[in-house]
């Protein structure tokens, strides 16, 4: 029997995106979730009974607009074993990112505009499947 997949947690406030980018991690064979914000994600346990632990989360800059950003962050990353960080930024801000500063471990930053499938390639790096395992998930 082979391992669950890792979770990807997606954070992002607006639903098509986020539906879209879910679809096509689940298709490349990721077990991922969605939430529209930080503190909608913390209704996700670690542990899961027939899932794998959430090793990778995507947030997207507007989910980072709460004053309390920074706290949900840690939270989020105590709940899960510290997984890893993709921030997915607005095109051309040359402002610091409000919450990001709290966020010395980003793994990587995305700046729009990007694809869906250029979202899914980054995760394929950060994350790789095991080989064999890259298989859609019903």
């Known amino acids: 029997m082979s391992p669950d997949p890792p979770r990807v947690l997606l954070i ?14 689940r298709e490349a064979g990721y077990d991922a979730l969605g939430a529209p914000g930080l503190a909608a994600a913390l209704q996700y346990r670690a542990e899961a009974p027939g899932r794998g632990p959430v090793r990778l989360v995507v947030v997207d800059q507007p989910a980072l607009a709460d004053d309390d ?4 962050l840690g939270e989020l990353g105590r709940r899960h074993g510290d997984p890893g960080l993709v921030l997915l930024a607005r095109a051309g801000d040359a402002q610091p990112i409000p919450g990001a500063a709290a966020v010395p471990a980003w793994r990587r930053v995305l700046r729009r505009p990007t694809s869906i499938a250029d979202l899914v390639a980054a995760v394929q790096t950060l994350l790789p499947l095991p080989p064999g395992s890259a298989r859609p998930l019903d």
């Open 12 to 25: 992002m406030p607006d639903q098509w995106p986020r539906a879209l980018l879910r679809a096509a991690l």
């Open 69 to 72: 950003a920074a706290a949900l």
